[in-house]
């Protein structure tokens, strides 16, 4: 459409740092009166931290407010069942509960949503799918099991608000839902990054051609792998389409970041509805640009839960706004969501990450899977990498990518000789969410020391 604005919105979007920063310290103090107000929770932690709203003069004063963990919240539910002392209005002002998946071995969080808050979640997402050039002529198919993970829900509504005709892709077989996409002409494609390879392989097995389908964008979310350019190539060659990573949490129920069309190199933070801040996670001390950290998130927009200064844990790396040439003033968090702050692994003294293992390993195209087993064999560790190629891939040339592996890995890694297994066809796990690629078996070891 002429003259059709390239953000959702134009008027925050491309405002200056100074207004930028005087929009979030006006809506910082008016949620943490909110949050004084209404939550108990945070009632204590203010009373407790001597802190009180009419402190917040500067957004440096941000620093006054008590950090708060995710173990916080699980003791505030488990003390106070089933939604513990956060929330700010009860259940009967709440339409929705969402749910954690809970892998860290104490249960799922439990998240409430007003209806104002479900608006809020939708238009965050906008900003994504608007900014990666979405509109209403377009159809999503949105990939997503519509469950209690919180996941793609949000992204739903904000399809529905741009104009977009979406096709749910609830709880069916991967074959259906590549049947669907071509069958009702998808534009985009909605799913986590492990997962638009998935269906890319179903497809070829159909003998479907996705690339000359008419699918042109990728939103992908809910892993870091879709901000490893390695990773994000590979997807972008076997659909033919442009990928945009996204990335949200279930504490804030939305996402935080998206990437524009200029593809920085990174995504763009909603800084008009939050505040991003990267610390170091032991010292806790913030961290200038371009230093590697902990992510610490404030979001203005979710009422039922205020969420103040949350330790998410992920690995992040901020760089100013000017490193992109769209013109919008949001800071950028430079490749995306790097990690998690604790997934480092350290074998016999060097640092692994799983990303790094897999920015390698998917340089490799005839790689269908992978895996990465650590082990401790007496009191030597060892890191094994079981491969699973594609099925049409001739097997006497597994003596060249093993070496190949092998080679590219050590480089990466200070000469630390990783394994090299080939893996049965089908015999690796197939991710649909979050994928967990990385095994370690050292922390089921009674007394393991992970030095
Ligand atoms: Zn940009």
């Given amino acids: 459409m002429a003259g059709e604005s390239p953000y959702w919105n134009p008027k925050t979007e491309t405002l200056g740092r100074d207004q930028l920063q005087a929009l979030q310290l006006a809506k910082l103090r008016y949620q943490c009166e909110w949050a004084a107000a209404r939550s108990p929770w945070y009632q204590r932690q203010f009373k407790e931290a001597g802190f009180e709203p009419a402190q917040l003069r500067t957004l440096d004063d941000l620093r006054r407010l008590p950090l708060l963990t995710r173990d916080q919240w699980m003791s505030s539910q488990e003390a106070r069942p089933p939604y513990g002392e956060l929330p700010a209005i009860g259940p009967d002002g709440a339409i929705r509960v969402h749910t954690t998946s809970g892998t860290t071995g104490r249960g799922p969080l439990r998240a409430l ?31 997503f099991g519509y469950g ?55 497809a070829a097995l159909l003998g479907i051609d996705l690339q000359g389908s008419a699918v042109s ?26 990928a945009f990573d996204t990335a949200g949490m279930t504490e ?12 920085p190199g990174g995504t ?39 969420l103040l200064r949350y330790r998410t844990s992920d690995l992040v790396c901020k760089v100013p706004a000017a490193r992109c040439t769209c013109g919008r003033g949001f800071d950028i968090y430079e490749g995306g969501i790097l990690g998690r702050v604790d997934d480092m692994k350290i074998v016999r003294g060097t640092n692994v990450y799983a990303r790094g293992i897999e920015a390698i390993v998917r340089e490799f195209p005839e790689v269908d899977e992978f895996q990465t087993v650590i082990t401790r064999e007496g009191t030597r560790d060892e890191i094994t990498l079981r491969v699973e190629c594609k099925p049409d891939w001739p097997a006497g040339q597994w003596d060249t990518l093993s070496d190949a592996l092998h080679r590219r890995l050590a480089l990466a890694h200070e000469g630390l000789n ?34």
């Fill in 217 to 242: 964008r990728l939103i992908l979310s809910g892993e870091p792998a879709g901000s490893i350019p390695q990773t994000k190539t590979l997807i972008e060659d076997l659909w033919g389409a442009k």
């Fill in 113 to 143: 949503d007003s209806r104002k808050d479900w608006a809020w979640i939708a238009e965050m997402w906008a900003y994504a799918i608007w900014g990666c050039g979405i509109r209403p002529a377009d159809t999503a198919y949105i990939a």
């Fill in 268 to 306: 763009h933070i909603i800084e008009d509805h939050m505040i991003e801040e990267v610390i170091d996670p032991d010292t806790l001390d913030p961290l200038p640009y371009g230093e590697s950290g902990e992510r610490v998130v404030t979001s203005f927009g979710r009422g039922a839960i205020p």
């Fill in 418 to 451: 990783f394994r090299i297994e080939r893996a049965g066809e089908g015999e690796l796990p197939r991710f649909e969410l979050k994928a967990k690629r990385t095994v370690d078996q050292r922390e089921a070891l009674p007394h393991a020391v992970v030095k």
């Fill in 252 to 263: 804030i129920g939305t996402i935080m970041v998206f990437e524009c069309t200029e593809q």
């Fill in 148 to 202: 209690s993970f919180i996941g793609f829900w949000g992204l739903h509504y904000a399809m529905e608000k741009v104009g977009v005709l979406n096709v749910p892709g609830g709880a069916q077989t991967t074959e259906a839902r590549v049947r669907q996409i071509i069958d009702f002409g998808a534009t985009a494609v909605a799913s986590t990054p492990t997962y638009a390879l998935r269906l890319a392989q179903e």
